[in-house]
């Protein structure tokens, strides 16, 4: 059974980074555009890569929210697809993982 105390510390510093982060963009988007034709079209640009980061952001929340339920669960740690412990290296690498290392790479 893997330390999920120190887990769910940071999967929570994790969550609060992307609520942050996502925050920021929802602000650099609502931002005015510049009149200027040129500027416009580097603006939509850049509001193009800030809409895929909140994307990206959402898609890691999601995960992270599922990782915190699996430990009120009691199942933190153990693969989804196959019921296996995750190696402790696995899970201090990526903390939101559902799957073993052998199950993610079969996926």
Do not use: F
């Not at 769910?8 to 992307?18: F, I, T, V």
């Amino acid at each position: 059974m893997p330390d999920t105390t120190r887990y769910r510390k940071a999967l929570l510093a994790r969550l609060g980074e992307l609520d942050s982060r996502l925050h920021q963009i929802e602000a650099e988007l609502d931002e005015p555009h510049s009149k200027d034709w040129e500027e416009n079209a580097v603006e939509r640009e850049g509001d193009e890569v800030l809409e895929q980061l909140g994307h990206s952001g959402e898609a890691e929340i999601a995960r992270i929210r599922a990782a915190l339920q699996r430990l009120r669960d009691g199942t933190y740690g153990e693969c989804a697809r196959c019921g296996e412990q995750i190696a402790k290296a696995r899970l201090d690498t990526l903390p939101d993982t559902p799957l073993c290392r052998d199950c993610a790479a079969g996926a």
